[in-house]
Structure formats: C-alpha cells, structure tokens
C-alpha cells in the first residue's frame, strides 16, 4: 500500500498543503515569539510562562471552534463537546 496515495485526489492536496502552511506558520510564530521574549531581557522562566501561555490560547480558540462547527450530535468529534 502506498501511504502517498491520498495526494492523488485534489481535495486531499489542498487539506495537505493547508495543514503543512499552518504547522510551520505555528511554529514560525513560536520562534518568533520566544526570540523578542529573549530580546526584551526575559528569563527562562518568563519565557516558559509566555510559551505556555500562548498554547493557554491556542486551545481556548480552537476547543469552542471545533465543538462550534461539529456537524452532528451524534458524530464520535462531538462526544466531547456534549453537554
């Protein structure tokens, strides 16, 4: 079985190609973001507080967005988001 084979479909690229410009945009911002934490003259542990708290928010936008946009109450992805 060929793992590359779901790049076949143009749909499936596009999801692909969409996924990989995000990951490496979050991580483009993580080191961004670290770096002018640095620059400011912060310590470690400033540092790890603003990493963490970046993540903090990461979740708190895309937790309610994905219970938001689930389709079904029924679907296994809305278990979760049930009251």
């Known amino acids: 079985m ?3 084979r779901p ?3 143009p749909t499936y690229r596009t999801l ?3 996924m990989v410009l995000t ?3 979050q991580g483009a911002w993580a080191l961004y973001l670290a770096m002018q934490t640095l ?8 540092l790890s507080g603003v990493v963490a708290w970046s993540g903090i928010g990461l979740l708190a936008g895309s937790l309610p967005a ?3 946009l689930t389709g079904s109450p029924t679907s296994p992805s809305s278990w979760a ?3």
């Open 16 to 18: 692909f190609a969409a």
């Open 39 to 46: 620059d400011l003259g912060a310590t470690p542990a400033t």
């Open 23 to 25: 990951i490496f945009a």
């Open 2 to 4: 060929n793992p590359l």
């Open 81 to 83: 988001c049930s009251p």
């Open 66 to 68: 994905g219970c938001s």
């Open 7 to 9: 790049l076949t479909i």
